[in-house]
């Protein structure tokens, strides 16, 4: 229907533009759909059905049968589960504390930098060791942590270490992976933390100097609270990873001759159940165990950080 006035047809009230509208929204849509469908069906794949079957094996003996609780007895009265459950534990407290503390402080004085460029670089420099791949990392510490020809050598001998059997003894481990770790993973994390901070209203900021807080206060009473969400987020990823440690004590038990053993965490026990012992489903129970362990610790953070609060 066309309404007229003295100049002609000045509207219309045809439906057209809703149906337009609607059309665009569907076609958003299909469109979001289209994305989001790879992805799930990987998940499905690799995430989702494997992990089925393990729960299916941790119940179930080499003949298919169902098994209880059996599974997880024999491999919690390993001898050598509980010293693994010790190992990356003390590597989970040491990496996850400094991974809180050091990345939330870097970012915080990393986004106080003014001048551009150097705002740029020192990200940059942060990054730049997280584009290398876990291996290939651990082949470089490799050469850091001997002695006889680390560049750092001079603080090595300093602590007392004059070769690379010495700096690698199990005792020692737990701090070198989680210092490997930071050195690996801080980067993007630090980068990170930095986006949420540019995210912070900066009405906010000032009005917080003009009432004379000084930028320590700032950052204690302003920026990291409001870095808890991320920070919650940072632990879960890194908790996850962490529980999967395996690279680093492997390819130290390779170049030690075995000074390191090569069960010193519950993933390379998991690989010694199923590839040396032919046993997996004594690896399925150990790694139901680890999912187990990392849910409820990234529970823990979730409820503390308010993950999932509404602003």
Excluded at 222 to 230: A, S, T, V
Aim: net charge neutral; proline share 5%.
């Amino acid at each position: 229907m066309t309404v007229m006035n003295e100049t002609g047809p000045s509207a219309t009230t045809a439906p057209r533009g809703g149906q337009g509208e609607r059309s665009d929204a569907g076609g958003r849509s299909a469109m979001s759909y289209g994305f989001v469908a790879p992805y799930t069906a990987l998940v499905i794949a690799f995430g989702v059905l494997p992990a089925l079957y393990a729960v299916f094996l941790a119940f179930t003996d080499s003949e298919g049968g169902f098994a209880g609780i059996a599974n997880f007895t024999k491999v919690v009265s390993d001898f050598r589960f509980l010293p693994a459950v010790a190992h990356v534990a003390l590597y989970l407290v040491i990496w996850l504390v400094a991974l809180v503390v050091l990345v939330s402080f870097l970012a915080v004085v990393v986004h106080a930098v003014r001048v551009r460029w150097l705002s740029r670089t020192l990200r940059f420099v942060f990054y730049l060791p997280g584009a290398l791949a876990g291996a290939s990392s651990v082949m470089l510490w490799l050469f850091v942590l001997d002695p006889t020809a680390s560049p750092v050598s001079g603080l090595l001998r300093l602590l007392g270490f004059s070769s690379f059997v010495q700096v690698i003894v199990p005792a020692n481990l737990p701090p070198v992976f989680a210092i490997i770790a930071f050195w690996t993973g801080a980067g993007g994390w630090i980068v990170i933390m930095y986006g949420a901070l540019n995210n912070i209203s900066p009405d906010v900021i000032e009005a917080a100097r003009i009432d004379g807080a000084t930028a320590v206060q700032i950052a204690r009473r302003i920026q990291l609270p409001m870095l808890r969400k991320w920070i919650s987020y940072m632990g879960i990823m890194s908790l996850a990873a962490g529980t999967q440690l395996f690279v680093e004590p492997q390819l130290l038990s390779q170049a030690s001759n075995a000074i390191v053993p090569n069960d010193y965490s519950l993933n390379q026990l998991a690989y010694q159940y199923a590839f040396q012992q032919n046993d997996f489903n004594g690896a399925a129970a150990i790694s139901l165990l680890l999912l187990v362990i990392a849910l409820a610790l990234s529970a823990v953070f979730v409820t503390r950080g308010g993950l999932f609060e509404k602003d």
